[in-house]
């Protein structure tokens, strides 16, 4: 056993850094928004901040957890089945603007979906473990592994949540190639997938519309564009320096969802090029010392862990940033730490603590 040190405090400052910075963005977003829908322009900002002091709690006390206690059948299998029940139970719930992405309980909500991106790391990193030198066996490995992602992958699509589909699938992707997998096994279940991905795409309307307006979306810019547009604008209007903070006009009303889905092009608006950099550094520290991390793990089980955490923030981070840069078709997915959502936010935070307990065993 390697000789137990305190955990990594370059990961540890990057971390709270994110959600400090979080935090103010959230509040700059939201405050002529919240205060215009409920009479405080703290609203969002309070929510945000309670979410954030009890994630950042559960991954202080995470941090003291030892992993390997994770590392068992009898915690595995019920997280997947507890997931799996939740993503069914999000469909008995009543629908908000045709999705079923939420269980709500009174005031209190969570989204399921994102229960499944630390259950399909947790189930994957004890599952091949003990499985590389088998690797390639499709039979006994590659779809005993991937059978829980298949299943998360196609409850969330039914949600619809295309963008957390799309991170799954990457995690699930690159863990199995950590793992040893021949990359033509990857090839056979995008092809296997095309059908899908085609009726999904271009068969269902509004996703076809998504589609068009990001190949072209001045073809409509009051309508199907206008989400591109706008967020292409407050990203280009904030030059080198920014505008300052607190001083985005976008967000009035134009940018969508400011303060979650697009809290990027609000950063790149108000702090300019260089926040928008200091942001996506950050996130650059952080998944240097998550690999590195996983790595220098001797355990194949903290290697698992600690890769596929690593693998979830930035695949996550990648989708936000692209979306606001049009690099990608729109998607509703959050920028981690970032945008405001208690659900992600105390996901992510918990997911730190487990990946800053396995930097405790790093010489």
């Not at 690797?135 to 991937?146: C, F, G, H, N, V």
Request: glycine letters at 8%.
């Amino acid at each position: 056993m390697a000789k137990r040190v305190g955990v990594d405090k370059l990961l540890f400052c990057m971390t709270l850094v994110l959600v400090v910075i979080g935090l103010a963005m959230v509040f700059s977003a939201s405050a002529v928004m919240a205060k215009e829908r409920f009479g405080s322009p703290y609203t969002f900002v309070i929510r945000q901040a309670i979410w954030a002091a009890v994630g950042l709690f559960a991954m202080t006390l995470l941090m003291q957890v030892d992993y390997r206690k994770y590392n068992r059948p009898t915690v595995v299998f019920p997280t997947v089945a507890i997931t799996v029940m939740c993503l069914l139970a999000a469909f008995l719930m009543r629908d908000s603007h045709n999705t079923h992405r939420w269980i709500r309980f009174g005031i209190l909500s969570f989204q399921p979906s994102e229960l499944a991106k630390p259950a399909l790391v947790l189930f994957l990193a004890w599952f091949l473990q003990n499985r590389m030198q088998t690797i390639d066996d499709w039979r006994s490995t590659i779809l005993p592994a991937a059978l829980p992602s298949l299943v998360f992958i196609a409850l969330i699509l039914k949600e619809p949540d295309f963008g957390t589909a799309l991170v799954c699938f990457g995690v699930t992707a690159l863990m199995l190639y950590l793992a040893g997998m021949e990359m033509k096994y990857l090839g056979y279940a995008v092809f296997a997938s095309l059908p899908v991905l085609y009726f999904m795409l271009f068969r269902v309307k509004w996703r076809r519309d998504r589609m068009l307006a990001f190949i072209n979306p001045e073809a409509d810019p009051l309508g199907k564009g206008f989400h591109i547009i706008q967020s292409l604008i407050a990203v280009g209007t904030g030059g080198l320096h920014g505008l300052g903070y607190m001083e985005g006009r976008q967000k009035l009303f134009y940018l969508p969802e400011p303060h979650t889905d697009y809290i990027f092009a609000n950063i790149a608006e108000e702090l300019g090029l260089l926040g928008a950099v200091i942001v996506v550094g950050l996130f650059i520290v952080l998944g240097y010392r998550g690999i590195r991390a996983a790595m220098l793990s001797k355990d194949p089980f903290a290697r698992f862990l600690a890769f596929g955490i690593t693998a979830t923030i930035l695949i996550q981070a990648f989708f936000n940033i692209s979306v606001v840069l049009a690099l990608v078709p729109t998607k509703g997915i959050t920028l981690p730490f970032i945008s405001y959502g208690g659900t992600s936010l105390f996901i992510m935070l918990a997911l730190m603590g487990v990946l800053l307990n396995i930097t405790r065993e790093i010489e």
